[in-house]
């Protein structure tokens, strides 16, 4: 089992960066492949990024290359999500996922966290 929580969110202008942070408990953390999603309202959930549970591979949905870096440290149990540049189309709850590799499909991650608010203004 593991757990995840997210925080750092929260309201930022346009062009301004967070950094989300997503707290993992269990002791088989290393093992698992680590990812963000996103839901906007009205809007699907969508894949964001993932890393695998080495760090070596990384994956991200076009509209966030080159502004968005996902990173871990196994030691401490956590996954970042450093936003940088950031749209008002970026505006989403924001959700950890965990899961045996590295997909897109919110099935193939059986845990998630509670979310949290990312709010870009224009």
């Known amino acids: 089992q593991v757990q995840l929580v997210e925080s750092g969110g929260g309201l930022v202008q346009a062009g301004g960066s967070l950094r989300l942070s997503c707290a993992a408990s269990g002791r088989t953390f290393s093992s698992y492949a680590m990812g963000w999603f996103r839901q906007a309202p009205g809007k699907e959930r969508e894949f964001v990024a993932a890393?695998?549970?080495?760090?070596?591979?990384?994956h991200y949905i076009d509209s966030v290359k080159g502004r968005f870096t996902i990173s871990r440290d196994n030691a401490k149990n956590t996954v970042l999500l450093q936003m940088n540049s950031l749209k008002p189309e970026d505006t989403a709850v924001y959700y950890c996922?965990?899961?045996?590799?590295?997909?897109?499909?919110?099935?193939?991650?059986?845990?998630w966290g509670q979310g949290t608010q990312v709010t870009v203004s224009s």
């Open positions: 996922v965990a899961g045996p590799r590295v997909s897109t499909l919110g099935r193939d991650y059986p845990y």
């Open positions: 890393i695998s549970w080495s760090g070596a591979g990384t």
